[in-house]
């Protein structure tokens, strides 16, 4: 059996193992995220799956492996489980600010 990491990363979008709350608005769609730079869009290809919103805050719930497949970085497949929808940051030292990385 395979062990379930923390979290998964593909390009600036991370998902990491979490609750997903009460009441929270079921979302149809199949885009994790879309590319801000280039248009293209991080989508869920394969695999039975649930999403959610609840503000900015999205949530997946991967009832079976899901595969998220993207233009630029590929496939990947993440397992069964509940996750919320993170994006990559970067801290520049010079600027002494964090932001956020972009597609």
Do not use: C, W
Not at 8 to 19: E, I, P, R
Not at 40 to 69: C, K, P
């Amino acid at each position: 059996m395979e062990k379930i990491k923390p979290y998964y990363q593909q390009g600036d979008v991370l998902l990491k193992l979490a609750s997903i709350p009460e009441n929270v608005k079921k979302r149809n769609s199949d885009i994790v995220a879309e590319g801000e730079e280039t248009g293209h869009a991080h989508r869920i290809v394969s695999g039975e799956y649930n999403m959610f919103m609840e503000g900015q805050l999205m949530f997946i719930q991967a009832l079976t492996e899901i595969e998220i497949d993207h233009e630029e970085h590929g496939a990947f497949k993440v397992p069964a489980g509940d996750y919320v929808r993170g994006f990559v940051r970067e801290y520049d030292h010079f600027a002494e600010e964090a932001r956020r990385v972009v597609d």
